[in-house]
């Protein structure tokens, strides 16, 4: 085992590229890395190392799969069903049973976090994933949503993601 103990040094021989994720804010975007291979077993979990941009947001939502999340630097606005927790390094924050959440980085900074999470999701942020291709921002949002239906996932309406204190919806890109 080495001995570099420090999640931020971490890397898989295998990881793909770090991958932009679909975001409502079209020049603010997550970034994901893929620590583990994502695996076709439907039991296993996948590690992710997420940046989040400072004044990125991502948008009230659910789903039945659970992440967990620890911050490695930054500080982080987390929504559980209508709590706002500010999380520094070193915080957890558990997802479970599909409850409802948010992220946002107030902050002037990145904040850089590690989820643990099912292959399902994992597979699902990957297809999420913005293609260097460059499809049009309406193409991503339409992809998104498609997904995101098929998946069985929720997403919260303006009106909900407003009651929460967040300006920016699901419904497709803007700034």
Not at 40 to 53: F, N
Not at 76 to 103: C, Q, S, T, Y
Not at 104 to 111: K, V
Request: aromatic share 8%; net charge negative.
């Amino acid at each position: 085992m080495s001995d570099n103990l420090n999640p931020n040094d971490l890397r898989s021989k295998s990881a793909p590229d770090v991958q932009e994720v679909f975001s409502p804010q079209e020049h603010l975007r997550p970034t994901n890395e893929y620590l583990t291979e994502i695996s076709g077993t439907a039991g296993d979990y996948c590690l992710i190392r997420c940046t989040l941009p400072a004044g990125v947001v991502v948008p009230m939502h659910s789903h039945a799969d659970r992440e967990t999340f620890y911050v490695l630097s930054g500080k982080i606005d987390a929504l559980r069903e209508d709590r706002w927790e500010v999380l520094g390094p070193g915080d957890v924050f558990d997802v479970r049973d599909g409850a409802k959440h948010a992220w946002r980085n107030a902050s002037q900074a990145a904040a850089s976090i590690m989820c643990v999470t099912t292959t399902e999701m994992a597979r699902f942020l990957q297809d999420i994933s913005i293609s260097p291709a460059g499809s049009s921002p309406e193409e991503q949002a339409r992809r998104f949503l498609d997904l995101v239906h098929a998946k069985g996932y929720w997403l919260a309406s303006p009106a909900e993601n407003a009651a929460v204190g967040l300006d920016v919806n699901w419904g497709g890109p803007r700034d």
